[in-house]
């Protein structure tokens, strides 16, 4: 059972930090992606305004087919803000055996394209081998003990763990599970018409499923630390001991995943009430597409943590360095900067993130290191 603590010592003022860092941080643009998969080379498509006939084509152009409409899904008035905008995004694969430069300048060229681009695989920001382990110390640091006195989470509150999915039956996190009001799991029926059936916990983006359970532990990871049930004494606590945990996987077991999958992920949060994203993912170049999908997240109201990257220096790192994203640094034990993290004017605020216990699969738990680790601190927080 954790255990509430009186206050003690000087604020680190982290919450402070949080909300200043809302209404600021630094994007840079980069060259386009480079997929490295072998599978025909996939990629993102904006179409110009009036060109509604293309987007409804199963190839809407010549050797090419539509693998996504990124359609925000069933988003209601209060949330409208860029759907239609939006709704303009077509994934699209090229013939086995195209040259990815070649489909791409040929995208380019159409005249109902307003941008084509790389639907690029990204991946989550894997954890560097750290010998330290840590019970939750991370916890600590933040005063959350302290916080805990006052506040303790509320079931009113979503936040999206855009991941590799979330095991929901896990005993500190199935009581913390967001689930869908309008649909009836497992009856095959789009009971509240949003387009994707049976998404009773979230939803599986990467294999086109109901069903958002992890396949790899990163997910689950990070939603322990976001809302493990506390006080239930069971395992972990999360920041949160109360919150509604929506679980939508774009990433394989492998940790990687499309752009597109990814995107789809973020309309489905938007449409679906989420308050908070919390991302630990991202590789090194910038995509439109993917920055139109999280302004329009911002512009609804909703806080959009991101990874600031594993790479140990101040190479820049997507989505963390699109300018509507709460970008989040790793420190260690003596709160200083860890070693693998990256930083720099893209980086809004740090958080713990060596040796961070928390839940894993087959109802276990785990240490791992990484921004990965601090970006759900600050999504809790």
Not at 126 to 151: C, F, H, S, V
Not at 254 to 279: E, F, L, P, Q, R
């Amino acid at each position: 059972m954790i255990e509430r603590t009186p206050p003690r010592g000087p604020s680190r003022h982290l919450g402070l930090c949080l909300l200043l860092a809302l209404g600021a941080s630094l994007g840079q643009d980069g060259p386009v992606q480079v997929q490295t998969a072998d599978a025909p080379p996939r990629f993102l498509v904006k179409l110009k305004p009036g060109a509604e006939a293309a987007r409804s084509a199963a190839a809407p152009f010549p050797g090419f087919t539509v693998v996504r409409r990124l359609d925000a899904v069933a988003v209601s008035p209060a949330r409208r803000a860029r759907a239609d905008d939006l709704a303009r995004w077509i994934a699209v694969q090229a013939a086995e055996g195209s040259a990815q430069a070649a489909s791409l300048a040929a995208l380019r060229r159409d005249p109902r394209v307003e941008h084509a681009e790389v639907d690029a695989r990204v991946s989550i920001v894997r954890t560097p081998n750290d010998p330290e382990l840590g019970r939750l110390w991370g916890m600590e640091t933040i005063q959350a003990p302290q916080a805990w006195e006052l506040e303790t989470g509320s079931a009113q509150v979503v936040v999206a763990v855009i991941d590799t999915g979330v095991d929901y039956t896990h005993p500190d996190l199935s009581a913390n599970m967001w689930t869908n009001p309008g649909e009836v799991p497992g009856n095959g029926v789009d009971d509240d018409r949003n387009g994707v059936v049976d998404d009773f916990y979230g939803y599986d983006f990467a294999n086109g499923d109901p069903d958002p359970r992890d396949d790899n532990v990163h997910g689950t990871h990070c939603a322990g630390t976001v809302g493990a049930v506390g006080d239930n004494g069971v395992g972990v606590a999360g920041v949160c001991w109360s919150v509604r945990i929506m679980a939508l996987k774009f990433l394989g077991s492998d940790g990687s995943g499309n752009t597109s999958d990814a995107i789809a992920c973020i309309h489905y949060a938007i449409a679906n009430g989420a308050d908070v994203m919390s991302n630990s993912w991202g590789g090194g170049e910038s995509s439109r597409a993917l920055e139109e999908a999280i302004t329009a997240a911002r512009a609804a109201g909703i806080v959009f943590v991101a990874a600031a990257g594993n790479s140990g220096d101040t190479r820049v790192h997507y989505p963390g360095a699109y300018p509507a994203a709460l970008t989040v640094s790793a420190t260690d034990r003596a709160d200083a900067l860890a070693t693998f993290s990256s930083y720099g004017p893209a980086v809004d605020l740090a958080a713990p993130g060596v040796g961070i216990v928390s839940c894993a699969l087959e109802h276990g738990y785990a240490s791992l290191s990484g921004t990965s680790m601090a970006t759900p601190h600050v999504a809790g927080l």
